[in-house]
């Protein structure tokens, strides 16, 4: 394989022996063909394109590669057998993961006009079981060894062949497809080489009956939000609800068979005797449903690690001592409604089908352009905010952890750890490296997730600083652009920066990070509204030496500052973008400050 380092054309084909009316709307939207379609001119089909499973060529598509290889789908041609030289007889307008039979899979739909030559033969043969595997061909750059995470053309591993690896064990190696960079077409074959690949004519999703296996009700993967650390990712001309972030068990909430399940992000049932019990206890509907949820455990009004929740689940001893169900958003009211709502219409059902257990429900607040800072920081939890745009299926997770996965290429002991090597690639392609020493037992070709305070750009590639393993690495899995965090030059005309963090409910701290040192106020009754309203806030100064790191915070930039008489008037962009004054008061006997929002005038 040494001679084939490049980017790959790969066709994943076994080589022979010797609700329609939606769906033209996402057509009409992603195709934007020149003449609109409508239900009565187009068949529509979907295909069970890629798994999660090893192919037959020892390949695999992991399941953090699927989102992204749905978006490369769309709009790309529907062929016969992986041939060229003829015509597209179809094309792919949507695609999106799911689970069948326990199984990640892609499954991307795709259309063609009726009155085309031959169309009702094509038709008849998908439905009628004559064509049913398909195959995809696409270009790829990195083949990653599933043994030691290197180009599987140069390692010395080969696929299919079991090789031991730490802790005693032995593993059959394959490769993963990673830096994919185009999807050429998808194709009708003989033998695909992904094994179950099928073609369906089941659109949407299916509603329920009690003779039905669970794995016949295909329901929707758990999506991550995407993190961002900044608001100016968000369109200001959009409207959000805005929900609380908790330190959560990310699951699907769901009732079919006549019986309540919670899944996993996987989609694979979680068992456990105390979940049981809780679930029991809480009234439910009687319909069939899946909802997006928050398994959150507790140690009175404290939120404890999902890692102490996971091992309470299983009947460990823990700081955990209950656990709480938030529902977040509605993914599919089965039994009302075969097809996924968007934004209001999603919330409102929501609240129908759960207006018996109205506490169950995350409280979520529409917000949108100037209204969304204080939202936003209204709302926010320590741990942050998730912000779910009400036309579409985008969510993000607004918090100040800065995260990224990276597979462990190096391990060595260390004392009672172990130091690690880890490596990575950014969302642009650029390599990340970093090394870490922590006390927990990780095998080489592990992938974990990182945060890290800030990253330096050196010529190998992106360094982590203080990088650490976060507990909740499992529950928010898509990193965002690491990008965001490489400032290595601030622009010159900057005064300083400042920090933004909640001390408690209604008091925030502002640190002023100065040339010459740094300011701390903790500003009491802090309400964004009332800020914008000119009212004043009562401020102590404290000292600098320590943020709570699990504060939910903004930070920004103090474009400009003077002081007089003791007085500070600082001019800041991003959150609290505007100019204020913090002057020095005498209430009660004691010295404090005011800080309030600058209107105008000649003095401080």
Same mark, same amino acid.
């Given at each position: 394989?040494?001679?084939? @380092?490049?980017?790959?054309?790969?066709?994943?084909?076994?080589?022979?022996?010797? +609700?329609?009316?939606?769906?033209?709307?996402?057509? !009409?939207?992603?195709?934007?063909?020149?003449?609109?379609?409508?239900?009565?001119?187009?068949?529509?089909?979907?295909?069970?394109?890629?798994?999660?499973?090893?192919?037959?060529?020892?390949?695999?598509?992991?399941?953090?590669?699927?989102?992204?290889?749905?978006?490369?789908?769309?709009?790309?041609?529907?062929?016969?057998?992986?041939?060229?030289?003829?015509?597209?007889?179809?094309? !792919?307008? #949507?695609?999106?993961?799911?689970?069948?039979?326990?199984?990640?899979?892609?499954?991307?739909?795709?259309?063609?006009?009726?009155?085309?030559?031959?169309?009702?033969?094509?038709?008849?043969?998908?439905? +009628?079981?004559?064509?049913?595997? *398909?195959?995809?061909?696409?270009?790829?750059?990195?083949?990653?060894?599933?043994?030691?995470?290197?180009?599987?053309?140069?390692?010395?591993?080969?696929?299919?062949?079991?090789?031991?690896?730490? *802790?005693?064990?032995?593993?059959?190696?394959?490769? =993963?497809?990673?830096?994919?960079?185009?999807?050429?077409?998808?194709?009708?074959?003989?033998?695909?080489?992904?094994?179950?690949? /099928?073609? %369906?004519?089941?659109? @949407?999703?299916?509603?329920?009956?009690?003779?039905?296996?669970?794995?016949?009700?295909?329901?929707?993967?758990?999506?991550?939000?995407?993190?961002?650390?900044?608001?100016?990712?968000?369109?200001?001309?959009?409207?959000?609800?805005?929900?609380?972030?908790?330190?959560?068990?990310?699951? $699907?909430?769901?009732?079919?068979?006549?019986?309540?399940?919670?899944?996993?992000?996987?989609?694979?049932?979680?068992?456990?005797?105390?979940?049981?019990?809780?679930?029991?206890?809480?009234?439910?509907?009687?319909?069939?449903?899946?909802?997006?949820?928050?398994?959150?455990?507790?140690?009175?009004?404290?939120? &404890?690690?999902?890692?102490?929740?996971?091992?309470?689940?299983?009947?460990?001893?823990?700081?955990?001592?209950?656990?709480?169900?938030?529902?977040?958003?509605?993914?599919?009211? *089965?039994?009302?409604?075969?097809?996924?709502?968007?934004?209001?219409?999603?919330?409102?059902?929501? =609240?129908?089908?759960?207006?018996?257990?109205?506490?169950?429900?995350?409280?979520?607040?529409?917000?949108? *352009?100037? =209204?969304?800072?204080?939202?936003?920081?209204?709302?926010?939890?320590?741990?942050?905010?998730?912000?779910? $745009?009400?036309?579409?299926?985008?969510?993000?997770?607004?918090?100040?952890?800065?995260?990224?996965?990276?597979?462990? /290429?190096?391990?060595?002991?260390?004392?009672?750890?172990?130091?690690?090597?880890?490596?990575?690639?950014?969302?642009?392609? %650029?390599?990340?490296?970093? #090394?870490?020493?922590?006390? &927990?037992?990780?095998?080489?070709?592990?992938?974990?997730?990182?945060? /890290?305070?800030?990253? %330096?750009?050196?010529?190998?590639?992106? #360094?982590?600083?203080?990088?650490?393993?976060?507990?909740?690495?499992?529950?928010?899995?898509?990193?965002?652009?690491?990008?965001?965090?490489?400032?290595?030059?601030?622009?010159?005309?900057?005064?300083?920066?400042?920090?933004?963090?909640?001390?408690?409910?209604? $008091?925030?701290?502002?640190?002023?990070?100065?040339?010459?040192?740094?300011?701390?106020?903790?500003?009491?009754?802090?309400?964004?509204?009332?800020?914008?309203? +000119?009212?004043?806030?009562?401020?102590?100064? +404290?000292?600098?030496?320590?943020?709570?790191?699990?504060?939910?915070?903004? /930070?920004?930039?103090?474009?400009?500052?003077?002081?007089?008489?003791?007085?500070?008037?600082?001019?800041?962009?991003?959150?609290?973008?505007?100019?204020?004054?913090?002057?020095?008061?005498?209430?009660?006997?004691?010295?404090?400050?005011?800080?309030?929002?600058?209107?105008?005038?000649?003095?401080?």
């Amino acid at each position: 394989m040494k001679n084939l @380092v490049g980017s790959i054309t790969a066709s994943l084909i076994e080589k022979e022996p010797s +609700g329609y009316r939606e769906l033209t709307d996402i057509i !009409n939207r992603n195709i934007k063909p020149p003449t609109a379609v409508h239900p009565d001119n187009v068949h529509i089909r979907a295909m069970y394109i890629v798994s999660d499973q090893v192919n037959s060529y020892g390949g695999c598509f992991p399941g953090e590669e699927h989102e992204k290889l749905a978006e490369m789908l769309i709009d790309s041609p529907v062929l016969i057998g992986h041939r060229k030289d003829s015509l597209p007889i179809a094309r !792919n307008f #949507h695609a999106e993961t799911v689970i069948r039979d326990g199984v990640r899979w892609v499954k991307v739909y795709f259309y063609w006009l009726k009155n085309a030559d031959r169309s009702d033969d094509l038709c008849r043969n998908i439905d +009628g079981g004559i064509y049913k595997e *398909g195959s995809i061909s696409f270009i790829f750059n990195f083949p990653e060894c599933s043994i030691c995470g290197e180009d599987i053309r140069k390692c010395r591993h080969r696929p299919f062949e079991e090789y031991d690896v730490p *802790g005693g064990d032995r593993r059959q190696a394959y490769f =993963n497809y990673r830096q994919i960079l185009k999807v050429l077409e998808t194709s009708l074959v003989y033998r695909g080489s992904v094994e179950d690949t /099928t073609i %369906t004519n089941e659109l @949407v999703f299916r509603k329920v009956t009690s003779d039905e296996s669970p794995n016949s009700w295909i329901i929707p993967l758990y999506q991550p939000p995407q993190r961002i650390w900044s608001m100016e990712r968000l369109n200001k001309s959009k409207k959000y609800h805005i929900l609380p972030a908790y330190e959560s068990l990310p699951v $699907t909430l769901c009732r079919f068979d006549g019986r309540m399940r919670i899944l996993g992000g996987d989609q694979i049932e979680l068992e456990s005797d105390i979940l049981n019990k809780y679930l029991e206890s809480l009234p439910m509907p009687d319909n069939n449903f899946a909802v997006e949820a928050r398994l959150i455990g507790h140690r009175g009004k404290e939120r &404890r690690p999902v890692e102490e929740l996971i091992r309470f689940l299983q009947g460990e001893k823990t700081n955990v001592r209950r656990i709480e169900l938030k529902i977040c958003d509605l993914l599919k009211a *089965g039994a009302s409604e075969d097809r996924r709502v968007g934004g209001s219409e999603r919330r409102e059902e929501l =609240n129908r089908l759960f207006a018996a257990a109205p506490d169950l429900l995350v409280p979520a607040r529409v917000a949108t *352009g100037d =209204n969304l800072a204080g939202a936003i920081w209204e709302t926010a939890t320590r741990y942050g905010v998730e912000i779910h $745009t009400l036309d579409s299926d985008e969510k993000y997770l607004l918090t100040h952890r800065h995260l990224i996965r990276l597979r462990i /290429t190096g391990q060595e002991r260390r004392g009672n750890g172990f130091d690690y090597s880890l490596e990575g690639r950014n969302r642009d392609n %650029t390599k990340v490296v970093t #090394h870490l020493r922590c006390n &927990r037992d990780f095998r080489v070709g592990d992938v974990i997730e990182i945060e /890290t305070a800030s990253i %330096t750009d050196r010529p190998d590639g992106l #360094h982590l600083m203080h990088p650490r393993v976060i507990d909740c690495h499992f529950a928010y899995g898509i990193a965002d652009d690491l990008s965001q965090l490489v400032k290595n030059d601030e622009p010159a005309n900057y005064a300083g920066r400042y920090h933004l963090s909640r001390v408690s409910e209604t $008091t925030i701290r502002l640190d002023l990070e100065f040339e010459n040192g740094v300011r701390s106020y903790n500003i009491k009754k802090f309400n964004t509204d009332r800020l914008e309203e +000119g009212r004043r806030f009562p401020a102590d100064e +404290g000292q600098p030496d320590k943020i709570d790191e699990g504060a939910f915070f903004e /930070t920004g930039n103090i474009l400009d500052y003077t002081t007089q008489d003791n007085a500070l008037k600082i001019s800041l962009d991003g959150f609290l973008g505007g100019k204020y004054i913090i002057r020095p008061i005498i209430l009660n006997g004691h010295r404090r400050h005011l800080f309030y929002q600058f209107s105008g005038g000649k003095n401080v």
